[in-house]
């Protein structure tokens, strides 16, 4: 789903953007492609970066699933 149109290609972003410009960031496997998109749908593509992976979860035994906590439960 592309919105808008693409315009220049960015090597350098200008110092103002309009207010409500984002910056959106899209995972695609090991790829990551940003590009800023302004109000009115248009587009300025930045360039595509390699993603970096995590070793940190798999040294350190992290998940990002919270682990399954048990409540006290008061015997009357």
Known sequence: MTLGVQ?????????RLPEGTK???E????IVRRFVEL???NRIPLP????LT?????RDAVSIV????????SVT
């Open 39 to 41: 109000p009115n749908g």
């Open 48 to 51: 595509i970066r390699k993603a």
């Open 54 to 58: 995590c070793t940190c979860a798999d």
């Open 27 to 30: 995972s695609c496997g090991p």
């Open 66 to 73: 919270p682990a399954q906590t048990r409540l006290p439960v």
């Open 23 to 25: 910056y959106v960031v």
């Open 7 to 15: 315009v220049r290609n960015a090597s350098r972003l200008p110092k």
